[in-house]
């Protein structure tokens, strides 16, 4: 079955780190970049960024820069991404997705993974 | 890069047409022929239901239709059915520097 397989909930506390996991299966994992999306409770989708699997290359947005690292395990076909300094404004819902390689959309999305930022 | 402009709100009856539109610039939306379409239900991952301004992946229903003129891509939903009340989203590759930009997403209600 082709699919996304995210970590869980995380409650954290500001100045903190998270590291969020997304596990794939069903389909050839160097072929497709694994992009970060996060959408904060009632708020838009908001783009990380992403990591080719296939050269470990990465790129993210600017706001994001710094703050933001994207890792995989090859031998679990799993992408990581992790976030620190962490504030109340990344509470958010953090979802994984793949895009075919330079295709420009997101066909297959992770069911998303909580990060709450709590004192 | 500024979040793409879509209208906030759009409703309609069912069997009717509506159409959500998804305002960029000439960075985005205008240079690039990169826009897809996402529907999210509450508390789900989104779906891709549009991608390259109007193709739609296999098992999407016709229902959905895109295009682009200038600097605005549309998203069209005919025979509207009580199941596709949901949140859309558009999208559109902004270049090497920016890469993506969403946008602000439109809540779509069924009368």
């Known amino acids: 079955q082709v699919q996304l397989v995210q970590s869980g909930a995380e409650v954290k506390k500001p100045g903190a780190s998270v590291k969020v996991s997304c596990k794939a299966s069903?389909?050839?994992?160097?072929?497709?970049?694994v992009h970060w999306v996060r959408q904060a409770p009632g708020q838009g989708l908001e783009w990380v960024g992403w990591?080719?699997?296939?050269?470990?290359?990465?790129k993210f947005a600017q706001k994001f820069q710094g703050r933001v690292t994207m890792t995989l395990d090859m031998s679990i076909s799993t992408a990581y991404m992790e976030l620190n300094r962490l504030t109340s404004d990344d509470t958010a819902v953090y979802y994984c997705?793949?895009?075919?390689?330079?295709?420009?959309?997101?066909?297959?999305w992770g069911r998303g993974t909580l990060v709450t930022v709590s004192s | 890069q500024s979040a793409l402009t879509q209208t906030a709100s759009v409703s309609g009856s069912p069997g009717q047409s509506i159409t959500i539109s998804c305002y960029g610039t000439?960075?985005?939306?205008?240079?690039?022929?990169?826009v897809s379409w996402f529907q999210q239900h509450p508390g789900k991952a989104p779906k891709l239901i549009i991608y390259?301004?109007?193709k739609r992946p296999s098992g999407v229903s016709n229902r959905f239709s895109g295009s682009k003129s200038g600097n605005t891509a549309s998203l069209t939903i005919s025979g509207l059915q009580a199941e596709d009340e949901a949140d859309y989203y558009c999208?559109?590759?902004?270049?090497?520097?920016?890469?993506?930009?969403f946008g602000t997403g439109t809540k779509v209600t069924v009368l």
């Open positions: 997705a793949r895009e075919l390689a330079a295709r420009r959309f997101f066909d297959l």
């Open positions: 069903g389909y050839t994992f160097i072929d497709y970049y």
């Open positions: 990591i080719n699997p296939n050269s470990g290359g990465t």
């Open positions: 000439s960075s985005d939306v205008g240079t690039y022929n990169l």
């Open positions: 390259d301004v109007s």
């Open positions: 999208c559109s590759y902004a270049g090497r520097s920016t890469n993506y930009v």
